[in-house]
């Protein structure tokens, strides 16, 4: 599904500005950030403009390509933060805002045990939670709008055995 180099399709730009909240907001949903949120959607929609999926698909193809790649920035942003923190040790003596630092580790113990799950019940679970519907879920993961519920549902489960799992481990 892609297009001859250089080739960008005609409706890219009503594309994206019908699209570019809810991509976004996928995207933010996973990371937690905004900016990296728009980060990601540039990517998604520079893959989108070299495609041919057609443009009534559009939005469940963005939705699902955000979700993805949010997951791989957290996957890589992982290993580079591991780097990060090897090169330059953070000094124990820095003073902290506890609540802030408790917040923040444990939006990263979710997201990353996000980053574990399978693929398709980590997509489903994002999507969810970003406001689709099921019938968006559906429609977009290709699954029939009755399993959403249980998709999701077990994906919830999963993620709280990955969370219970590492929790146990540190």
Excluded: C
Excluded at 9 to 32: H, I, K, M, N, W
Excluded at 43 to 69: K, M
Excluded at 78 to 92: F, I, L, M, N, V
């Amino acid at each position: 599904m892609a297009r001859s180099p250089g080739v960008v399709r005609p409706d890219l730009e009503q594309v994206f500005r019908t699209s570019y909240p809810r991509v976004v907001a996928v995207a933010a949903r996973v990371l937690g950030s905004r900016d990296e949120a728009e980060d990601v959607a540039q990517e998604v929609f520079l893959t989108f403009g070299r495609s041919d999926v057609p443009a009534g698909e559009a939005l469940p193809w963005l939705s699902v390509a955000a979700a993805h790649t949010a997951l791989n920035h957290i996957r890589t942003g992982k290993r580079r933060a591991g780097r990060e923190e090897a090169a330059h040790p953070r000094d124990a003596t820095e003073p902290d805002v506890a609540d802030a630092v408790v917040a923040r580790e444990e939006r990263r113990r979710v997201r990353a045990a996000l980053a574990r799950l399978p693929r398709r019940q980590a997509v489903a679970l994002v999507l969810r939670h970003s406001g689709l519907n099921y019938a968006e879920v559906a429609a977009a993961l290709g699954l029939s709008p009755g399993s959403v519920g249980t998709t999701v549902r077990r994906a919830e489960s999963a993620l709280r055995e990955e969370l219970n799992r590492h929790a146990s481990s540190e």
